[in-house]
């Protein structure tokens, strides 16, 4: 995804997936291309940076399960708490019982929609921003009618 136009330009990088898609760390470069007029990092590449990751996580998750799914980022809300005029950095994590959970309701409903916090430090770990995401999910092949049979072995 370093190469990814919309990050590329933005100047957003993809240090590195955690295992099994369970998470991601991120690296904002505070650059001439993403600068604003107080010279810290444009309010507009901070939110690019946090859109995408959490849908591609569940996305690749659920895939690797055999899901055919519909990820998105439904919602989100983002307090600037502090300009960026360094670096910004960010690490993403689902635990299990996140994944679990997520994975009941995508058999039991075919949907499921989360919020998730992320927090943005600098170079300094001052915390600079703070993401509400809510993301949503469909299981495609979900079915009502195997939903009844699934829900009734999960107890």
Request: overall charge positive; proline content about 3%; hydrophobic content about 40%.
């Amino acid at each position: 995804m370093r190469f990814y136009p919309p990050l590329f330009f933005q100047r957003i990088w993809v240090r590195r997936f955690h295992k099994d898609f369970r998470g991601v760390d991120v690296k904002i470069h505070r650059s001439l291309l993403n600068k604003n007029y107080n010279s810290s990092i444009f309010g507009g590449t901070i939110f690019s940076a946090t859109d995408p990751f959490y849908a591609v996580l569940f996305d690749q998750i659920f895939q690797r399960k055999g899901y055919t799914n519909l990820v998105w980022l439904k919602s989100a809300e983002i307090q600037y708490l502090k300009p960026a005029r360094k670096d910004l950095f960010f690490t993403i994590k689902l635990s299990d019982e996140e994944i679990i959970y997520a994975e009941k309701h995508l058999l039991q409903d075919g949907k499921y929609v989360a919020n998730f916090d992320i927090e943005l430090y600098d170079t300094d770990r001052i915390l600079c921003v703070k993401v509400k995401n809510e993301v949503y999910i469909r299981n495609l092949n979900f079915n009502r009618n195997d939903s009844n049979k699934t829900s009734s072995s999960l107890q």
